[in-house]
């Protein structure tokens, strides 16, 4: 489906601004980008231009994508608001005032946060039947997929006009049908978290094989075969098998891992402080961020052309 040109406006130039209004810009629209930093809003061009460098399409994306430091001059005129401030309820609340203030009755608020729940950032709104959630993954220019999240109030229109604006825009929009922590991917991403933590605390492996299993096993396939895809294909019986063995097996800790409090208290956070659950050296965790880049720019570029053949 062709999606009209709309006006779209963007709240916070940051990592995930950027990159969103550069998602936007590239399927035609025009968008406005309101940052209170200067800096953040001076980085800006510069920033969008290595973006159109790294998925070498034409620079010309660019001049869709204006910089404001006034909410108002942003705002004004827009279909749809992201907002992309910082990770911060009383933020997000007190930016969703605001545009309440100056954007048109049928404009739609959409927020990109992470974990918090949309209905809380809706809260206070006079009209939260138009505001909704919008979880795009890191980068948001190279991993297609937005969780399009439903709060309490939102309306079903609401969620339709966003995932038609996001699909039109070749992300894959799913609707997530009820505002609840984590969304669908953090969830799956941390249930898998919590078993590769546990497996390593009760001495079953070490934090390298955790990973080895996982990247050169089941998540080879994953990019191309869900779970619930994989169950269909071995079989809902042989799934059950399994779970009947597995199950009551599997760990079921509800906090915080005492594991991962034990690391953090060790001072072990990661690659900024040289251990997390693996040690790093600065190369390493430089290659690292290198061989994943190439990795997510490379399928990109893959997509992309498959886009153009079909
Ligand atoms: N980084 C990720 O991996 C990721 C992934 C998915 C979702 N998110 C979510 O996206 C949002 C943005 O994250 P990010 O990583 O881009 O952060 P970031 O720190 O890179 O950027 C946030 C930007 O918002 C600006 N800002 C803060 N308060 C503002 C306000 N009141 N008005 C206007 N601008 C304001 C900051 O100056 C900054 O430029 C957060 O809610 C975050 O949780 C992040």
Known sequence: MTQAHVNITIIGAGLMGHGIAHVLAAAGHQVKVFDRSAEALASLPERLAKLCDLLEVNQAINDRITAHNNLVEAA??????????????????????????????????????????I???????????????????????????????????????????????????????????KDIPGFIGNRLQHALKREAIALVASGICDAETVD???????????????????????????????????????????????????????????MISGEGFRKWTQEEADALRERLNNFLVAQAKAEANTDEQD
């Open 212 to 270: 080895d299993v996982v990247k050169h096993g089941f998540g080879k396939r994953l990019a191309v075969l869900g779970p619930l895809e994989q169950s269909d294909l071995v079989s809902l019986p042989l799934t059950k098998a399994i779970h009947e063995t597995l199950m009551p097996d599997l760990d079921r800790t509800n906090t915080v891992h005492p594991y991962l409090e034990q690391r953090i208290a060790e001072g072990h956070l990661g």
């Open 119 to 177: 209905t809380r950032i809706a809260a206070n709104a006079r009209n939260p039947g138009r505001i909704v959630g919008t979880h795009f993954w890191n980068p948001p220019h190279l991993v297609k997929l937005v969780e399009v999240v439903q709060a309490e109030k939102t309306s079903l229109q609401t969620v339709n006009k966003t995932i038609a604006l996001l699909s039109g825009a070749g992300h894959r929009a799913v609707h997530v049908r």
């Open 76 to 117: 004004t005129g827009a279909d749809f608001v992201i907002e992309a401030a910082a990770e911060n309820l009383e933020i997000k609340q007190f930016i969703v005032a605001e545009l309440e203030a100056v954007i048109d009755p049928t404009s739609i608020i959409t927020s990109n946060t992470s974990a918090l729940p």
